[in-house]
């Protein structure tokens, strides 16, 4: 009966979670044709989230739905070339048009990392910002022009002076005319293995977009965004993701605590820098701890769950393992998750 029915599907994006499928048959049938579909042509889809059904002027009924899951529906046919995206194909389908063909899309997440002091770079942004202000307000006084880099030595000089002596300047505190380094290092962008390591790929990109809230026992916020990794040893790992504690000594989950291992996780090597696993304190006890390997690590293997590479920012590990390590893997500087997310 499926075989007289007319199906056509738009994946509508590169990285589209919604499909639309037309028919004009029954309404169930035209769930069971979208999931045969689906099942027969593209990933398997497990179930699906109905966002609307109606019926148009010519009878047909459009039914939308949700996948459960970052990817769009490829490998259709062999018929299938990139070049018109328009083709047809097999019963049930006609049809089918999509903007990108291939393997399903990765999931992919970024951290934004600061490397240094985040107090007293406030503080040092505050004090040079005086001094602009002070030369814009007050810098032709002392014969000064232009903006406070355009300054020599001599220039800057006078404009110190200048604010000390000025009480009601030098009150607001102190000012510096030297701009502080900036503390973004850059973004690290991780591919998840959420095939082989579905739940410990979830955990880690729910922790990246902050989406679940507060943790059922911890009452501490499930988002890596604002953490420190608190510890980064030589040539081995950057180790962070302590939403409780901030130290290592704590963690949760989106599962609302401790998860069991995936063991395909504690198959895979971590045979290179920029490795992205799961730290722990024994079997089974995952929590939000994670590392980066810094160098190969074969010492690990068999023992944390791999669910993830480092696909673009190994420079910025390298940065990390260079600044910030140390022999005992207390950090010399700060480094921090400034921002997160899903790409």
Not at 121 to 145: K, P
Not at 185 to 212: H, M, Q, S
Not at 219 to 233: D, Q, S, Y
Not at 317 to 326: P, V
Request: hydrophobic letters at 35%.
């Amino acid at each position: 009966m499926i075989r007289t029915v007319n199906t056509i599907f738009f994946v509508l994006a590169q990285q589209s979670d919604r499909c639309y499928g037309r028919t004009s048959a029954t309404r169930h049938t035209a769930l069971g044709c979208a999931l045969l579909g689906l099942q027969r042509h593209g990933e398997h889809c497990g179930s699906v989230t109905w966002t609307a059904l109606e019926d148009n002027a010519s009878s047909w009924i459009w039914a939308s739905f949700t996948l459960p899951g970052n990817y769009f529906i490829a490998d259709f046919s062999s018929k299938l070339t990139r070049a018109e995206q328009q083709h047809e194909l097999t019963s049930p389908f006609l049809i089918v048009k999509s903007s990108i063909l291939g393997t399903p899309s990765t999931m992919k997440v970024y951290l934004d990392i600061d490397i240094g002091d985040a107090a007293k770079y406030e503080q040092e942004s505050a004090a040079y910002q005086r001094a602009v202000d002070f030369m814009q307000q007050c810098g032709s006084q002392y014969g000064l022009s232009g903006s406070l880099p355009d300054l020599d030595e001599e220039g800057l000089q006078m404009l110190r002076e200048g604010y000390s002596s000025d009480p009601s300047w030098s009150s607001k505190g102190d000012m510096s005319t030297q701009q502080p380094p900036q503390l973004r290092a850059g973004r690290i962008v991780a591919e998840l293995f959420d095939k082989e390591v579905p739940k410990t790929a979830e955990n880690f990109r729910c922790l990246c977009t902050g989406e679940k809230g507060v943790g059922k026992s911890s009452k501490k916020p499930l988002h890596f965004k604002g953490t420190t990794f608190h510890r980064i040893e030589h040539d081995f790992c950057c180790q962070g993701g302590d939403v409780v504690r901030g130290d290592g000594s704590g963690g949760d989950s989106i599962y609302g605590g401790k998860f069991n291992d995936e063991k395909p996780g504690l198959k895979l090597k971590h045979d290179a820098a920029g490795i992205l696993s799961m730290a722990n304190s024994g079997k089974n006890s995952n929590t939000s701890q994670f590392f980066f390997t810094l160098g190969a690590a074969p010492q690990c293997d068999g023992k944390h769950v791999v669910f993830g590479k480092v696909v673009e920012g190994l420079d910025i590990l390298q940065r990390i393992d260079k600044e910030a390590a140390s022999p005992d893997g207390v950090p010399k500087v700060d480094v921090t998750i400034a921002d997160c997310g899903v790409l």
